[in-house]
């Protein structure tokens, strides 16, 4: 009876491990793509806004809130985009999402000389691999012309005045052996060898928990063996 309770719980602490370590895998791969936006606050304080400058990146949130007993708005002097808020009493606030880079002037109508300017930076460009070119190397051959064959020339006889004399034997023309033009070797053609990618470090950081959740196992088997035969 003890046997069978300790196997149960032995399996349910393995699979409560299993479990954990499945959650925080999917953690790890969601976490890239889950970027949360920036929000940002400016106070209308002292007939001021504070801060006067300010730089946030596209996709945040900027919220004006009114500090003074005087009415406050928000109303763009330049920019990509028109911006005109609600007419704020003290303690109101008003939200505006930057999703269009640039800079953006603003001031209070009811108070011109309160100025201010939010300067929102575009998302950096990613900057593209180089891809490897391919080389190729071709053996380059020298042609030869062939060399001409030597002719062969008709034997001539010589007469002496009153003297006959016999024609003389043809003389056996030599001839040269025949030179082939040498062929040359071609070299062999290179292929571009392909850049080895790197391996994304979370699809290494998923096997070494995948081999540490094995191991866990092993070993919770293993002690539930050990005090079943103990038993």
Not at 57 to 67: A, C, I
Not at 154 to 163: D, I, L, Q, V
Not at 194 to 213: D, E, F, K, S, Y
Request: aromatic share 4%.
């Amino acid at each position: 009876m003890r046997r069978g309770v300790r196997v149960r719980a032995a399996r349910r602490a393995a699979l409560g491990a299993v479990l954990a370590l499945v959650a925080l895998v999917a953690l790890l791969l969601l976490a890239p793509g889950q970027a949360s936006a920036a929000s940002y606050r400016v106070a209308m304080q002292g007939y001021a806004f504070a801060p006067a400058s300010l730089t946030v990146p596209v996709g945040s949130t900027v919220t004006w809130t009114n500090g003074d007993t005087a009415p406050h708005d928000v109303k763009t002097t330049s920019g990509p985009v028109s911006i005109h808020s609600p007419m704020l009493n003290k303690g109101q606030s008003w939200t505006y999402t930057f999703t269009v880079a640039g800079s953006y002037g603003y001031y209070c109508t009811v108070h011109p000389d309160m100025t201010a300017r939010i300067t929102v930076l575009a998302p950096p460009k990613p900057t593209p691999k180089p891809t490897p070119t391919p080389t190729h190397q071709h053996g380059t051959g020298t042609s030869h012309e062939a060399m001409p064959m030597p002719t062969r020339t008709a034997p001539t006889t010589h007469r002496a005045a009153g003297t006959s004399s016999k024609p003389s034997a043809p003389a056996s023309p030599s001839e040269s052996p025949s030179t082939s033009p040498p062929v040359a070797a071609a070299a062999p053609q290179t292929e571009p060898v392909a850049a080895a990618r790197p391996l994304q470090p979370l699809l290494l950081l998923t096997g070494l928990i995948a081999g540490v959740a094995v191991l866990c196992l092993l070993l919770v088997g293993s002690r539930a063996a050990a005090s079943g035969a103990e038993d």
